[in-house]
């Protein structure tokens, strides 16, 4: 920990609790807000799709508690990488990383390709301004390339790269903007529900196994795409003042307002449009549409558009930083790790993240990228969550703020609830997760092992090499901190 705090140093510590609600609430209230839960009603559990997001929303909650003992004791970059890392071990830590980084990424680009979604069919085309089919998508769905989201996508890197306080600045008043036009929709929408849509709340074709509960956990398991905005706070804490407070209050002020309006968006959308028919990208605009509100639609879309914005701009920040702390571990390119002395930001690992994010934005479906994040996410709910118990019993790591109530019970817990939402998700998703992390495995091995031949023949003569050869095999057995000799 205290090497982590030591090269974590070269970045500024500007964020307080009210900046992390911001950046919770600009990840949590994006993509997941405005088109998730139409997409959850009409695919997976109608009306119940506000029973989904609270279950999730419960879970996540839980986890939080969990991400906030973490930061409290070890206030450093990385999220659950670096806690996986301490905690278990620098494979496991890896493996997390290794998620989170899928996660991240796909993150963005899912949110990208949700912004692109609202702004093509709501703004450009209003104007009379159509883009051609092959700038709309990618090849997956008939097109080339979806030219706004990688232009949204690039927008936000800029922000991003100017630093921490710019970004705050932008996504604190873009936060009060969108959360205000989330609360008009509510109240507006209230007048507009016709009870006959509650009917059936949970229709039968949806209440598969287990325990006729399928249809709501698989909505929930995706749901969990729109809660992974506190894993992004906890990333940061290497930047907020008084980590040990002010990450538990940014977390859990993060999902306490999210669920309020997540539940009430949910009910009032499929209140004032039959589930059948909000599996479309827009289900809000459409639903005000449907109901004759055309000048309220063009509000919604501009809280979509910012909310999705903010969404971009917290999750490319974390993004980057977990980025940020593989390269100044060394699993990555040190490059990585490299932290811009005018800018105070890692500008290397923000270029990357922005370069592998634009490219999933503008190529590939969105449903296609939330299915996949939701699989990282949760197993880092899964590994943080288990890993309080031994954190407790690390002498070495002392803790005087944030501690889980209800240990072991409510850790445990966490855990368990966040395999079994694995579980539920869809097998396509299991089996490319489960790919991914096996080229996780693939790249730490070539880097960290063949490395250090590659290291060696750098560094060395011709004649030191051939010396060295016999006696590398037993150079693995050397732990870190022992003499060179």
Sequence with gaps: IDTYLKSDARLVRSLNARDLIALGIGAVIGTGIFILPGHEAADHSGPAVAVAFLLAAVVSGIVGMAYAEFSSAMPVAGSAYSFGSIIYGEIVGWILGWSLLLEYFLAVSAEATGFASYFNDNILNSFGFNLPKSLQAGPLQGGIINLSAVLITLIVAFIIYQGANLSKRVENIAVIIKVSIIILFIIIGIFYIKADNYIPFYPKKFQTAPFGIGGIST?????????????????????????????????????????????????????????????????????????????????????????????????????????????????????????????????????????????????????????????????????????????????????????????????????????????????????????????????????????????????????????????????????VGESPE
């Design 219 to 479: 909505a929930a398991a995706t749901a969990f795409f729109a809660f992974i905005g506190f894993d992004a706070l906890a990333s940061n804490s290497a930047e907020t003042i008084k980590p040990e407070k002010n990450v538990v209050r940014g977390i859990l002020g993060t999902v306490l307002i999210s669920v309020v309006l997540y539940v009430a968006f949910s009910l009032v959308l499929t209140g004032m449009v039959n589930y059948k028919k909000l599996g479309v990208d827009d289900p809000a605009a459409y639903a005000l549409k449907s109901v004759g509100l055309h000048s309220f639609n063009k509000i919604i879309t501009l809280g979509a558009l910012i909310g999705i914005f903010t969404a971009m701009l917290t999750m490319l920040l974390g993004g980057s930083r977990l980025l940020y702390a593989l390269g100044r571990d060394h699993l990555l390119p040190p490059a990585m790790g490299k932290v811009d002395k005018f800018r105070e930001v890692p500008d290397n690992a923000i270029i990357i993240a922005t370069i592998v994010a634009a490219f999933f934005a503008g190529l590939v479906p969105l449903f296609e990228l939330a299915a996949l994040i939701n699989a990282g996410t949760l197993l880092a709910f899964t590994l943080i969550s288990f890993g309080i118990i031994p954190l407790r019993k690390r002498k070495d790591i002392v803790n005087k703020g944030f501690k889980m109530p209800l240990y072991p019970v409510l850790p445990v817990l966490a855990g368990i609830f966040s395999l079994y939402f694995i579980l539920m998700l869809p097998i396509l998703t299991k089996i490319m997760v489960t790919l991914w992390l096996i080229v996780g495995l693939l790249v730490y091995i070539f880097y960290l092992y063949f490395g250090m031949y590659f290291y060696l023949l750098k560094k060395l003569t011709v004649g030191q090499v051939r010396w060295l050869m016999p006696v590398i095999p037993a150079l693995w057995k050397v732990e």
